[in-house]
């Protein structure tokens, strides 16, 4: 079955240190995205891609960075310098822009994040 | 940058009864707008997505209407089920339209009492 996959479904970090979040989709999307969201709060766009090699910076992107190397893949690494790491985290996928589609977000299971 | 309201309080109704969801924006009117359903501890699922000259959409269970001079969506769950007890986002796209950077409500809690 197509889908995206993430993990680690729980991950656990000491301050200080860099994680690195997997998102793995096998839907021949063009555009990927990283999405946080806290408790009371909306998703709030980190980073999104919509061509291999080539990616733009979301609302919240300061203290996270992201690379496209392959279609398929969208890793999201939480650097020290972010702040408030703690968080559930998704990655959604999505085709290309046209008049037959719907735009709809494919989103993943999520990764939620506890800094110790 | 385009606000969206959703009533953050959880809303309770009794099985069967029709549950309605309200999604107000401020500034542009967007090109398009879209609900997904999020579970607890789950990624947010699409259910509808309605654009700016359609007036109403349906499917199945699901209602969802789109005033562009009130600014506003109301998402519709008639004869409601426990089993739809979830939060609900509401969805719009930046001004410039297009399918990239949508910006979501804080979302809906719905539930449904047997």
């Known amino acids: 079955d197509g889908g995206i996959t993430q993990s680690p479904k729980y991950l656990f970090r000491k301050e200080g240190q860099n994680v690195t979040l997997s998102c793995e989709q096998n839907l021949n999307h063009d555009a990927m995205y990283w999405y946080r969201q806290d408790p009371g709060q909306g998703l709030r766009l980190i980073y999104y891609s919509q061509i291999v090699n080539d990616f733009q910076k979301g609302d919240i992107a300061e203290g996270y960075s992201v690379s496209r190397e392959k279609k398929e893949s969208f890793p999201l690494t939480v650097t020290s310098a972010q702040k408030n790491p703690t968080a559930f985290y998704l990655c959604?996928?999505?085709?290309?822009?046209?008049?037959?589609?719907?735009?709809?977000?494919?989103f993943g299971e999520g990764s939620r994040l506890t800094v110790l | 940058s385009q606000k969206i309201e959703q009533n953050s309080e959880a809303l309770n109704i009794q099985e069967g009864k029709t549950a309605t969801l309200t999604c107000n924006y401020t500034n542009y009117s967007p090109a398009y707008l879209q609900w997904y359903r999020q579970d607890p501890g789950r990624g947010p699922v699409f259910l509808l997505l309605i654009r700016e000259n359609e007036k109403e959409k349906r499917k199945e269970r699901l209602k969802v209407t789109f005033d562009t001079t009130l600014k506003q969506s109301l998402f519709h769950i008639t004869a409601s089920q426990p089993a739809d007890s979830a939060t609900y986002l509401c969805?719009?796209?930046?001004?410039?339209?297009?399918?990239?950077?949508?910006?979501f409500g804080t979302g809906t809690k719905l539930q449904v009492i047997p």
């Open positions: 969805a719009l796209p930046p001004g410039s339209g297009g399918y990239q950077k949508v910006t």
């Open positions: 959604a996928s999505a085709q290309g822009e046209g008049n037959s589609n719907t735009g709809e977000l494919f």
